[in-house]
């Protein structure tokens, strides 16, 4: 009964390709989230996803696009993949986008760009 | 803009010690502040918040942290530290008016040893 569950944990792939990374959660919750955690642990909000509707999008190129075909459901689409992508990618939610909720993290995306 | 320093990459302790892992951090208005701990190849699982009142929070397996306004800090604390605590520490700010944007800290590297 994971709360949080992305998949792929592991994506290698060559600069130039496209791919997917799809994370779903079974909290109910409204708000959902991507991160970008790079080599040096950095962690960095890319974006948030509130009923559906995108409502931060942070400087992230627009090679990434984020896709919700559903509340439980935020996945993230990278386009033209480039080695500066090699990273960790996180999803998380929470149950609204105020308040003093804390976001539950999926267990990351290891993305190894060739 | 909202910002949070963790000024420790590491921390090492010894096993039964008392442990501390600092972070401060800067926000308009009155802030939430939350402790994530992350294991090794593992998503971020919230450990503890700050939202208002008591300045001393209790969280999971034991952790505490204390709130200090006029110093803007957030101390991470544990009465006698444990191996198996050994893990990676993020410390998050984020405004009370600020949705639910979380900026991370870059995190502290805590080392327990027996």
């Known amino acids: 009964d994971t709360a949080v569950s992305q998949t792929p944990k592991y994506l290698v792939t060559q600069m130039g390709n496209d791919k997917s990374i799809k994370c779903e959660q079974n909290l109910g919750h409204d708000t959902m989230y991507w991160y970008k955690q790079d080599s040096k642990k950095f962690l960095k909000i890319m974006f948030s996803?509130?009923?559906?509707?995108?409502?931060i999008n942070e400087t992230v190129p627009n090679r990434f696009s984020p896709k919700s075909p559903d509340k439980a459901h935020l996945n993230l689409h990278i386009n033209s993949l480039e080695l500066g992508d090699s990273a960790v990618y996180f999803c998380?939610?929470?149950?609204?986008?105020?308040?003093?909720?804390?976001?539950?993290f999926g267990p990351g995306t290891r993305l190894t760009v060739t | 803009a909202q910002s949070v320093a963790q000024p420790e990459d590491q921390v090492n302790v010894a096993e039964g010690n008392p442990l501390t892992v600092k972070c401060t951090y800067s926000?308009?208005?009155?802030?939430?502040l939350f402790w994530y701990v992350q294991y090794p190849n593992r998503g971020l699982q919230f450990l503890l918040k700050?939202?208002?009142?008591?300045?001393l929070v209790k969280g999971s397996y034991g952790f505490e942290a204390e709130f200090n306004k006029s110093q803007t800090s957030f101390h991470l604390k544990k009465p006698s530290a444990l191996v198996s605590d050994s893990a990676l520490y993020f410390c998050?700010?984020?405004?009370?008016?600020?949705?639910?944007?979380?900026?991370f800290g870059g995190g502290t590297r805590l080392m327990v040893k027996p």
């Open positions: 998050a700010v984020r405004p009370h008016n600020a949705g639910n944007m979380l900026t």
């Open positions: 996803y509130n009923n559906k509707e995108l409502i």
């Open positions: 998380a939610s929470s149950p609204q986008l105020t308040g003093s909720y804390e976001q539950y």
């Open positions: 926000v308009s208005g009155n802030p939430y």
């Open positions: 700050y939202i208002t009142g008591d300045n």
